[in-house]
């Protein structure tokens, strides 16, 4: 039995169990976005598909709406493409595994994609069904999100009439948001040298890690899998002569890292006190990591008992290590005008060693553009004194909060009347596209809300099912309310 056939709202899940079945990480978009298309075509809506896959659909307004002011609904298409060591999935290809358990929708061994892929669900059951009551709608549809708001970057917003936007990329239910921090992605390129050596080659991992997201989860006292391996090999080569191979760790950089593995050469007589040494090291991360990580585990496999290779140049060795440990990483600085929310924060979520260069990708986020401009110094000074090259890319702007919000005043009075309770009202240090559109569109009044999704970007997440009717239900008043216009 389908999870839309048992649960509700149907028709939504209809459409995430749809949605799930069609490979759609970021940059492999053009399937999902081409569905997109031919559903307007089936419901005879207008749309709008571009070169990077963005699609709008415009609907006109229905059961009394028609002539009320346009409303954009927006979400992205993309997931995070994430699974768990053992699990054989292609994301270019396999569809998600989607199953039930504890009244919460998961995936096997792999990420979800409830972040966006609700959001792409409840603007369609919405643009399918002509009983519902809502304004004129303009659903809009962006690629690669989680890579840098690619996708509404290009997006032509002119496109877009309305001046009144929700966003459905948010994942924590009884929460309206109305600001999100800017970020940037910082590719750090360091070169490297490499010398002849014979030893025992190892590998050398740090694994099952939480790891989640680099924004909403960056201030859970989270451990970072390249950092740890960072302070690992530089406290093992001040134990015994070890050479670095291989290291490599993490996916995204908006994904705080749950693995790093590296491959090292030792002397055959070391391997006793090479165990030792991770043993205690193991102990030592567990006990700084209790209470939001205390199941870091490290794993070490002799690959060969004598064997020549290339290994890092000692002063290249030096460099990575100088570079991992002093690198700035997680929260930078918590904001001094809204209590609780983190301001600036950093998030080295891909190392790469290649033959002649060492890379690694950083995640970095503020609400604060200087502040933003200046971390991201930070590491550029700290790449090109070792010798590297420091590059830039995915640029976002941030959401600035507005006092005044008509939008988000009818909706806090709306949850309130139907719940009983205030909506928590806040800003988000995770980067939402709000903050192109809100810079590109004149006037825009925009809030992000959504349902409750646990452990987003990591194998582990899980989208609530009874929490998604709920916004359900609260979105289908708002639209009602906006009809009244």
């Given at each position: 039995m389908s999870i839309a056939e048992k649960y509700q709202p149907?028709?939504?899940?209809?459409?995430?169990?749809e949605i799930c079945k069609i490979?759609?990480?970021?940059?492999?978009?053009?399937?999902?976005?081409?569905?997109?298309?031919?559903?307007?075509?089936?419901?005879?809506?207008s749309y709008y598909q571009d070169e990077a896959n963005n699609v709008i659909i415009y609907k006109p307004g229905r059961n009394g709406g028609e002539n009320a002011p346009v409303v954009i609904l927006q979400g992205h298409m993309d997931m995070v493409c994430e699974k768990e060591p053992e699990t054989e999935h292609d994301f270019t290809k396999d569809p998600l595994e989607c199953y039930v358990e504890d009244g919460r929708i998961r995936a096997r061994g792999t990420t979800l994609g409830g972040d966006d892929g609700i959001a792409l669900a409840y603007c369609l059951a919405l643009l399918e069904s002509d009983q519902l009551v809502h304004p004129p709608l303009e659903a809009v549809f962006t690629t690669d999100e989680e890579i840098g708001l690619l996708g509404a970057d290009f997006l032509d917003c002119s496109l877009l009439k309305g001046k009144t936007m929700i966003n459905l990329d948010m994942e924590e239910e009884g929460s309206i948001y109305t600001g999100c921090a800017g970020g940037v992605t910082g590719i750090s390129e360091i070169p490297v040298r490499r010398v002849k050596a014979e030893g025992m080659k190892i590998s050398i991992t740090i694994g099952n890690l939480t790891g989640g997201h680099s924004g909403s989860e960056i201030d859970k006292n989270r451990a970072n899998a390249n950092i740890l391996m960072g302070r690992l090999l530089y406290e093992l080569s001040r134990e015994i002569p070890v050479g670095v191979e291989e290291l490599?760790?993490?996916q995204k950089d908006n994904v705080i890292p749950r693995q790093c593995r590296a491959v090292c050469c030792i002397a055959p007589e070391d391997k006793e006190a090479l165990e030792e040494f991770l043993k205690n090291s193991c102990r030592t991360f567990r006990r700084e990591y209790a209470g939001s990580d205390e199941n870091?585990?490290?794993?070490?496999?002799?690959?060969?008992?004598l064997e020549e290779g290339e290994i890092l140049h000692p002063s290249s060795q030096e460099k990575i290590l100088f570079y991992l440990r002093n690198l700035p990483w997680g929260?930078?600085?918590?904001?001094?005008?809204?209590e609780g929310l983190v301001e600036t924060s950093t998030n080295p979520g891909v190392v790469?060693?290649?033959?002649?260069?060492?890379?690694?990708?950083?995640g970095v986020r503020s609400s604060v553009l200087s502040q933003k401009e200046e971390l991201s110094g930070r590491i550029q000074y700290l790449t090109e004194f070792l010798g590297g090259d420091y590059t830039e890319t995915g640029k976002y702007p941030a959401w600035e909060y507005k006092p005044e919000s008509p939008l988000r005043e009818r909706m806090v009075s709306i949850f309130e009347k139907e719940n009983g309770y205030a909506p928590r009202v806040g800003v988000i240090h995770a980067g939402l596209e709000c903050g192109i559109f809100y810079n590109r569109i004149e006037d825009l009044?925009?809030?992000?809300?959504?349902?409750d999704i646990y452990d987003i970007h990591t194998p582990k997440e899980a989208l609530d099912i009874a929490s998604a009717n709920r916004v359900w239900e609260y979105l289908l008043?708002?639209?009602?309310?906006l009809s009244l216009e």
């Amino acid at each position: 039995m389908s999870i839309a056939e048992k649960y509700q709202p149907n028709r939504v899940f209809h459409y995430f169990e749809e949605i799930c079945k069609i490979p759609h990480g970021s940059g492999n978009t053009k399937e999902i976005s081409d569905y997109l298309v031919n559903f307007a075509k089936e419901q005879g809506l207008s749309y709008y598909q571009d070169e990077a896959n963005n699609v709008i659909i415009y609907k006109p307004g229905r059961n009394g709406g028609e002539n009320a002011p346009v409303v954009i609904l927006q979400g992205h298409m993309d997931m995070v493409c994430e699974k768990e060591p053992e699990t054989e999935h292609d994301f270019t290809k396999d569809p998600l595994e989607c199953y039930v358990e504890d009244g919460r929708i998961r995936a096997r061994g792999t990420t979800l994609g409830g972040d966006d892929g609700i959001a792409l669900a409840y603007c369609l059951a919405l643009l399918e069904s002509d009983q519902l009551v809502h304004p004129p709608l303009e659903a809009v549809f962006t690629t690669d999100e989680e890579i840098g708001l690619l996708g509404a970057d290009f997006l032509d917003c002119s496109l877009l009439k309305g001046k009144t936007m929700i966003n459905l990329d948010m994942e924590e239910e009884g929460s309206i948001y109305t600001g999100c921090a800017g970020g940037v992605t910082g590719i750090s390129e360091i070169p490297v040298r490499r010398v002849k050596a014979e030893g025992m080659k190892i590998s050398i991992t740090i694994g099952n890690l939480t790891g989640g997201h680099s924004g909403s989860e960056i201030d859970k006292n989270r451990a970072n899998a390249n950092i740890l391996m960072g302070r690992l090999l530089y406290e093992l080569s001040r134990e015994i002569p070890v050479g670095v191979e291989e290291l490599s760790g993490g996916q995204k950089d908006n994904v705080i890292p749950r693995q790093c593995r590296a491959v090292c050469c030792i002397a055959p007589e070391d391997k006793e006190a090479l165990e030792e040494f991770l043993k205690n090291s193991c102990r030592t991360f567990r006990r700084e990591y209790a209470g939001s990580d205390e199941n870091i585990e490290i794993q070490c496999t002799v690959l060969q008992e004598l064997e020549e290779g290339e290994i890092l140049h000692p002063s290249s060795q030096e460099k990575i290590l100088f570079y991992l440990r002093n690198l700035p990483w997680g929260v930078q600085k918590m904001s001094g005008l809204m209590e609780g929310l983190v301001e600036t924060s950093t998030n080295p979520g891909v190392v790469s060693l290649k033959k002649e260069t060492f890379c690694v990708i950083s995640g970095v986020r503020s609400s604060v553009l200087s502040q933003k401009e200046e971390l991201s110094g930070r590491i550029q000074y700290l790449t090109e004194f070792l010798g590297g090259d420091y590059t830039e890319t995915g640029k976002y702007p941030a959401w600035e909060y507005k006092p005044e919000s008509p939008l988000r005043e009818r909706m806090v009075s709306i949850f309130e009347k139907e719940n009983g309770y205030a909506p928590r009202v806040g800003v988000i240090h995770a980067g939402l596209e709000c903050g192109i559109f809100y810079n590109r569109i004149e006037d825009l009044d925009c809030v992000s809300i959504g349902p409750d999704i646990y452990d987003i970007h990591t194998p582990k997440e899980a989208l609530d099912i009874a929490s998604a009717n709920r916004v359900w239900e609260y979105l289908l008043k708002v639209l009602e309310n906006l009809s009244l216009e």
